[in-house]
């Protein structure tokens, strides 16, 4: 039976391998489902235009490029056209084009010549998406499918959920809505139904409640907060319940990666020793809870601050002060962190807490193994 299973799975595998090669082929011939003109390059003269004054008292070299290549699709296919194309060393604006690169364009087949919209990425995005899923089922087996399915039907929410929002419908129920959707969903497919997956979504809710609570509390006793800088939500009537909603689905994998960890284990341990006393299985929580709380609250702080890089670059490449900067655009970050944080320290005990009475009630009632 092993040897069955083993040959079905190789068979599976091969058979995902030739559908992804043959995606990407398809992909890259697909100029015929394109509206617009698909040109691909086929001659790239390149030469250095001028030199110019940067900031800082630097220099930028600017290229200019004449391109000639095919059309691939439309009224003029096959037709052969030119395009020009500027960019810099520094390539902040704009991009450098290659011979074999495919990019959509604005053409005029009478004077042969046309304007870059900008390059055609859909080979590129499809070999990614592939070797991601590829590699999920291949270290993974089950689960990687199952984390794919998640991964599909918590975009599917994302889109219903913003397509009501922009039907002007209130942004904090549907990310109420949202939020539970997905705490659900995910640990059910991830984790199947076992006591300790209830205890994941009791625990996640639990704390993603405590949480926004702490945030209402504290916004409602200091200042109003100032969205002006912010450019998505200054222009918006409900800034607040924005940014509210963000926070709220901000830190909500990180409290559910804790509280599935330190369910589960918990679990395992009771499974191991139903006589573990509730003190016990508390301690050994508190420990395993420990071990995670650090590495998960440094996630935060890596996804968070690498979102201000290319904010802190720019601003500070553009002469603007670094306290300027900090004053603007950090208060709105660190007030996230800082909540997430929260949570994933709240997310320990109360975890262990409704984990610990789950399974132990259980056993004494002599349940199934969780």
């Given at each position: 039976?092993?040897?069955?299973?083993?040959?079905?799975?190789?068979?599976?595998?091969?058979?995902?391998?030739?559908?992804?090669?043959?995606?990407?082929?398809?992909?890259?011939?697909?100029?015929?489902?394109?509206?617009?003109?698909?040109?691909?390059?086929?001659?790239?003269?390149?030469?250095?235009?001028?030199?110019?004054?940067?900031?800082?008292?630097k220099?930028?070299?600017?290229?200019?490029?004449?391109?000639?290549?095919?059309?691939?699709?439309?009224?003029?296919?096959?037709?052969?056209?030119?395009?020009?194309?500027?960019?810099?060393?520094?390539?902040?604006?704009?991009?450098?084009?290659?011979?074999?690169?495919?990019?959509?364009?604005?053409?005029?087949g009478?004077?042969?010549?046309?304007?870059?919209?900008?390059?055609k990425?859909?080979?590129?995005?499809?070999?990614?998406?592939?070797?991601?899923?590829?590699?999920?089922?291949?270290?993974?087996?089950?689960k990687?499918?199952?984390?794919?399915?998640?991964?599909?039907?918590n975009?599917?929410?994302?889109?219903?959920?913003?397509?009501?929002?922009?039907?002007?419908?209130?942004?904090?129920?549907?990310?109420?809505?949202?939020?539970?959707?997905?705490?659900?969903?995910?640990?059910?497919?991830?984790?199947?139904?076992?006591?300790?997956?209830?205890?994941?979504?009791?625990?996640?809710?639990?704390?993603?409640?405590?949480?926004?609570?702490?945030?209402?509390?504290?916004?409602?006793?200091?200042?109003?907060?100032?969205?002006?800088?912010?450019?998505?939500?200054?222009?918006?009537?409900?800034?607040d319940?924005?940014?509210r909603?963000?926070?709220?689905?901000?830190g909500?994998?990180?409290?559910m990666?804790?509280?599935?960890?330190?369910?589960?284990?918990?679990?395992?341990?009771?499974?191991?020793?139903?006589?573990?006393t509730?003190?016990?299985?508390?301690?050994s929580?508190r420990?395993?809870?420990?071990?995670?709380m650090?590495?998960?609250?440094n996630?935060?702080?890596?996804v968070?601050?690498?979102?201000l890089?290319?904010?802190?670059l720019?601003?500070?490449?553009?002469?603007?002060?670094?306290?300027?900067?900090?004053?603007?655009?950090?208060?709105?970050?660190?007030?996230?962190?800082?909540?997430?944080?929260?949570?994933?320290?709240?997310?320990?005990?109360?975890?262990?807490?409704?984990a610990?009475?789950?399974?132990?009630?259980?056993?004494?009632?002599?349940?199934?193994?969780?």
């Amino acid at each position: 039976m092993h040897i069955l299973s083993a040959i079905k799975k190789r068979k599976i595998f091969c058979l995902l391998i030739v559908f992804y090669f043959a995606a990407i082929i398809f992909m890259a011939n697909d100029a015929w489902l394109y509206k617009t003109p698909v040109v691909k390059i086929t001659e790239v003269k390149t030469e250095k235009e001028r030199t110019a004054e940067a900031v800082r008292g630097k220099k930028e070299i600017y290229y200019k490029q004449v391109l000639h290549g095919v059309v691939l699709n439309g009224k003029w296919k096959n037709r052969s056209i030119t395009l020009k194309n500027e960019y810099s060393y520094s390539g902040v604006l704009n991009q450098k084009y290659r011979k074999g690169d495919r990019v959509l364009a604005s053409v005029n087949g009478q004077s042969q010549t046309g304007n870059i919209e900008g390059l055609k990425r859909d080979v590129h995005l499809a070999t990614l998406i592939g070797a991601l899923i590829i590699l999920l089922i291949f270290v993974t087996g089950k689960k990687g499918i199952l984390t794919i399915c998640t991964l599909v039907v918590n975009l599917g929410i994302f889109s219903v959920g913003f397509s009501h929002f922009l039907k002007g419908e209130d942004i904090l129920k549907i990310c109420n809505i949202m939020s539970v959707s997905f705490a659900v969903i995910t640990l059910l497919l991830l984790s199947g139904f076992h006591k300790k997956t209830l205890a994941a979504i009791i625990s996640t809710l639990c704390v993603l409640a405590a949480i926004m609570g702490i945030f209402d509390v504290v916004t409602a006793h200091t200042e109003e907060m100032d969205y002006s800088t912010m450019e998505y939500l200054g222009s918006l009537d409900n800034p607040d319940d924005l940014f509210r909603a963000e926070v709220m689905l901000a830190g909500l994998g990180a409290i559910m990666d804790v509280t599935v960890t330190v369910s589960a284990a918990l679990g395992e341990i009771v499974h191991k020793n139903p006589q573990v006393t509730f003190l016990q299985l508390f301690r050994s929580g508190r420990e395993i809870g420990y071990d995670i709380m650090g590495t998960m609250m440094n996630v935060l702080l890596f996804v968070f601050g690498c979102g201000l890089i290319p904010t802190f670059l720019i601003r500070m490449n553009n002469e603007v002060r670094l306290l300027t900067i900090v004053r603007l655009n950090i208060p709105y970050e660190i007030c996230r962190f800082l909540i997430e944080s929260i949570g994933i320290v709240l997310a320990i005990p109360i975890t262990i807490l409704i984990a610990s009475l789950l399974t132990k009630f259980r056993f004494r009632t002599g349940g199934e193994k969780c």
